[in-house]
């Protein structure tokens, strides 16, 4: 396995666009979840950031990446293709996995 090659897929501005569109999604469903649901407060709050345009995409894509062994290998199989050979429901997956982390590490400290 290359890091260059998921690095280029992270930059690459198409699949940043898809991992983009992908936390829209999940940010919605985040709001509207239980209130009881463990890190509520944090993930509502990421996902208000999300929906205010303030995070950066190619970031999230090199986390959905590196947290994810099945996006890499897929990434890896054909590194040409950019990650286009990633489905969305795997990155709609690993995004819903790593919400609470990312949630966390903007929260304020209490």
């Known amino acids: ?7 280029s897929t992270a930059s690459d501005e198409t699949f940043a666009g ?7 999604k999940v940010g919605q ?24 345009g303030q995070e950066q995409p190619q970031l999230v894509a090199a986390h959905v ?5 099945t996006i890499a290998q897929t990434i890896e199989s054909d590194p040409a ?3 286009s050979n990633v489905p969305d429901n ?7 996995s790593i919400w609470s982390a990312r949630s966390l590490a903007f ?3 209490s």
């Open 29 to 52: 469903m985040i709001a509207s979840e239980a209130p009881d649901a463990p890190n509520h407060a944090e993930r509502v709050a990421y996902a208000q950031r999300v929906m205010r």
């Open 18 to 24: 898809r991992v983009m569109m992908l936390m829209f």
């Open 90 to 96: 795997d990155i709609e997956f690993a995004l819903s």
């Open 107 to 109: 929260a304020l400290p």
């Open 1 to 7: 396995m290359s890091a260059l090659d998921l690095i």
């Open 65 to 69: 990446i590196s947290s994810n062994p």
């Open 81 to 83: 293709s950019l990650g």
